[in-house]
């Protein structure tokens, strides 16, 4: 199902000057517990590590809607504006793109899609995350790919350790409860 989710859903033009990519994630926990986090554009930091702080500008949260991230030391930036494109809450869908910010991801675009998935015999998730990006000067197609692509690794194990530990969480609750 995985290359069938991808071909749906995460189609992105490459460009010459550009690189891209798909990721895939299983996670131990029910579909409606990790898109809780996914779907936080005003919240990314719940699950992204390397987030501090997050603004969106006023109104209510739709299409077009803009957030200003600070980003946590370490990384070659300090902040990223990203415009949210589509949050499509019956088919598990959210994309963004990054519109600026000081860093070297120029015209980056991603889309995240969650799927229901059985792992162990109890409900699961699959995640999938793709981007594509400009390759800055200097750089080459797969020095580019690799840097993304350890970002979103490090988002991905984040939103599946907190969902995960949730998860337990609200199973051992429910047996408190029994």
């Known amino acids: 199902m995985e290359d069938e989710y991808i071909r749906r859903h995460h189609r992105h033009e490459i460009k010459e000057h550009q690189c891209g990519k798909s990721l895939v994630k299983y ?13 936080r554009f005003d919240q990314p930091q719940k699950y ?5 702080r997050c603004i969106v500008q006023a109104g209510d949260l739709q299409i077009g809607s803009v957030r200003q991230v600070n980003v946590k ?5 300090t902040t990223s504006t990203e415009r949210l494109e589509l949050l499509d809450d019956e088919e598990h869908i959210f994309s963004m793109t990054i519109v600026g910010g000081d860093h070297r991801l120029k015209n980056y675009s991603s889309v995240i899609t969650v799927h229901p998935e059985i792992i162990d015999g109890r409900p699961g998730t699959l995640v999938i995350e793709s ?3 400009d390759v800055p000067d200097g750089n ?15 988002n991905l194990k984040s939103l599946t350790d907190v969902s995960e530990r ?6 051992t609750e429910l047996i408190d409860r029994i």
Do not use: M
Not at 27 to 39: C, F, H, M, T
């Open 27 to 39: 996670i131990k926990a029910p579909v409606p517990l990790v898109w809780s986090l996914v779907r």
């Open 48 to 52: 992204k590590p390397f987030v501090s």
């Open 73 to 77: 030391s370490g990384l070659p930036a």
């Open 131 to 133: 981007f594509v990006v």
């Open 140 to 154: 080459t197609k797969d020095e580019t790919c690799y840097f993304v692509e350890a970002l979103i690794k490090c």
């Open 166 to 171: 949730s998860a337990v969480h609200d199973r």
